[in-house]
Structure formats: C-alpha cells, structure tokens
C-alpha cells in the first residue's frame, strides 16, 4: 500500500498535504492564525529548500528556544533581575562566550579571506 503512494505525481501529493495540513491545524485550533502561520512557515521552508539552507537548525532552534527562554527567566528571577549572573560562574561565561565566538567567527573569516 506505501509503495502505491510513490506513484502518486508530486503536484497531487503536494496538494493533499496541503489539504490535510490546512484541515487539521483549523481543526486543533480554530483559528485563521493558526492557518496562516502554517502557509508562512511552509513558504520559509521552501524558500529555505530553495536557496539551499539546512532546515535542521532551525527546526532545533523551534524546539529548544521555549526551554532556553524558560530556564533564562528562571535565572534572571532567581537572581532578581541582574544580568550579570549569566558570566559570575566560570562555565556559563565560557559556554557564553563559545556562543557569541561561533556567531562571529565566520563573517570574521570571510571578510579576512576577501581582504586578502
């Protein structure tokens, strides 16, 4: 039965998922939002397929951020609103700084590589 399904033409298959996507998202929530935020994230995901981007982190970063954003208002009530103690311990401040040395990392490199 699954393999019958691969002989379906793709704008047909295309077009179910669609169909059923738009059902069921209306359904689980009732609400035209809903709707629209699943046609505006199905266009980032093909223009993302389109211009060759990897969709994995991003679907990691949808995942993971509830929790960051949890665990960071966690921390910043613990420590009634000062900013600092995400660099007083020695691990947080090095993992901290790991993080902003990947954000800055390539386009450091990029821009050393183009002035050469």
Known sequence: MWVKLLKIPPPWL??????????????????IFNVGLLYAFGLLGFLM?????????????LIL???????????LTISQGEWSTFVTRPLSASLLAIA?????????WRAMRKAK
Not at 14 to 31: D, E, K, L, P
Not at 49 to 61: N, S, T, W
Not at 100 to 108: D, G, K, Q, T, W
């Open 14 to 31: 295309y077009a179910g998922i669609i169909v059923i996507s738009t059902a069921g998202v209306y359904g689980a929530g009732n609400s």
């Open 49 to 61: 397929r389109r211009f060759d981007f990897p969709a994995a982190p991003l679907i990691v970063g």
């Open 100 to 108: 902003a040395l990947l954000l800055i990392a390539p386009p450091l």
């Open 65 to 75: 951020a509830p929790m960051a954003e949890q665990s960071m208002r966690q921390a």
